[in-house]
């Protein structure tokens, strides 16, 4: 009864390839953001949805496209995969007005070789 | 441009004694501040938070103290335990509207037995 889950766990995949990474929470939450870890350790936030609408979008290249199919899942697909695309990808959701706790799902490594 | 800093990449304290977490700001807008601990494989897990109106705030062995006017907050563990040893993330949010929080490269805790 994983609260935040993503899938997969680890992606290795070639440059030029495209590929989804899927997200889904079942805490009811109603905001859903993607996060990068880069390899100085650093979180950055690219996306936010709040009930299936963009509410933030970081300056992340086009290749980067969010999708909510509903308010439980926030997917994110990549065009186009380069290699400093690879990192560790961090989906989390978030109550309704309370952006403050945050809860996270396990991570996405992804290596682009 | 690093809003959220936190100078100290790794800390070693012994098992019983206080382990102090710190972390620097620069944006004074900044209403919440919040820690997050991360253990490795897994997404990082809201740990303790406080309002920009309070100085300090505790639970349990967990205490955050916050110095407005020299932008410094700090995570306090007392008494450190081995379970404790991880990777604390310091975070900062502007505003109940605005769900962009913003993180500190972490701080890795090791707890010496």
């Known amino acids: 009864d994983t609260a935040v889950s993503q899938t997969p766990k680890y992606l290795v995949t070639q440059m030029g390839n495209d590929k989804s990474i899927k997200c889904e929470q079942n805490l009811g939450h109603d905001t859903m953001y993607w996060y990068k870890q880069d390899s100085k350790k650093f979180l950055k936030i690219m996306f936010s949805?709040?009930?299936?609408?963009?509410?933030i979008n970081e300056t992340v290249p086009n290749r980067f496209s969010p999708k909510s199919p509903d308010k439980a899942h926030l997917n994110l697909h990549i065009n186009s995969l380069e290699l400093g695309d690879s990192a560790v990808y961090f989906c989390?959701?978030?109550?309704?007005?309370?952006?403050?706790?945050?809860?996270f799902g396990p991570g996405t490594r992804l290596t682009v070789t | 441009d690093q809003q959220v800093k936190q100078n100290s990449p790794s800390l070693s304290v012994q098992e019983g004694r206080i382990s102090i977490l710190n972390c620097d700001y620069t944006n004074s807008m900044f209403d919440y501040f919040l820690w997050y601990k991360k253990y490795p494989a897994e997404g990082p897990t809201f740990l303790i938070s406080i309002s920009s109106i309070k100085d300090k705030n505790e639970d349990g062995r967990f205490t955050v103290f916050l110095n407005k006017s020299a932008k410094h907050l700090s995570l306090h563990i007392v008494p450190s335990q081995p379970g404790d040893s991880a990777v604390y993330f310091c975070a900062a949010i502007v505003g109940w509207r605005d769900d962009k929080i913003i993180f500190g490269k972490g701080t890795r805790l090791h707890i010496l037995p």
């Open positions: 989390a959701s978030s109550p309704p007005r309370n952006a403050e706790e945050q809860y």
């Open positions: 949805y709040n009930n299936k609408e963009l509410i």
